[in-house]
């Protein structure tokens, strides 16, 4: 009987601070300083709702992705030992190469070995050593060598930068050598790229 009472009691409250039909709902005004202070403690999952008059213009900034878009260049020709292909990477933009991916075919008698470089100013009096590594290869006559090396290089729109591949004591054949560049383009425009520490 006391718990009926009770709850005729809460309800009768509730009752009476809801606004009824027909009544105008209570006008709240807030005084300065703005922005208002304000802290808030939730023991529970959080409930938010907006609403927006015209077209919401939202911005979201992911610091490992400043306009970052895919990467990718690949060269062919025919070549004399050593083989360069000579790049640029693009205006406005960082590239960061993930993989070296190559293929040599050779001219007769198997070299002893296949180095591949990257540099960077291939064009211009000095260079600068980026990556080099020695690249498997079939010790056979007439030949190949195909690789795929990880790595993760740093280049400025406008740098210029090339691969070599240097056989030892071999040539390459009449074919087609091939060099293809992937990772990613970082838009320097978006989002200023910080300078590379060296």
């Known amino acids: 009987m006391l718990a009926a009472a009770g709850m005729v009691a809460a309800l009768w409250t509730i009752g009476s601070v809801m606004p009824h039909r027909g009544e105008a709902e209570p006008t709240i005004t807030l005084g300065g300083p703005f922005p208002l202070p304000v802290s808030a403690a939730q023991t529970g999952a959080w409930h938010v709702t907006a609403a927006q008059g015209g077209p919401w213009t939202v911005s979201t900034l992911n610091n490992e992705d400043p306009g970052r878009t895919a990467y990718q260049a690949l060269l062919q020709q025919a070549c004399t030992n050593p083989c360069r292909f000579g790049f640029t990477a693009p205006a406005g933009k960082r590239i960061v190469i993930q993989h070296i991916s190559g293929f040599a075919a050779f001219g007769g008698t198997a070299p002893s070995s296949v180095l591949v470089v990257l540099q960077s100013n291939v064009r211009a009096q000095q260079q600068s050593l980026l990556e080099a590594f020695l690249a498997p290869f079939s010790a056979v006559n007439f030949g190949f060598s195909a690789f795929d090396q990880n ?39 978006a989002r200023p790229c910080i300078t590379i520490a060296h």
Do not use: H, K, P, R
């Not at 091939?178 to 383009?185: H, P």
């Open 151 to 189: 790595t993760e290089v740093f280049l400025d729109g406008g740098t210029n930068f090339g691969v070599t591949i240097l056989l030892s004591n071999a040539d390459f054949n009449t074919a087609s050598q091939a060099i293809a560049l992937s990772g990613y383009a970082l838009d320097c425009s």
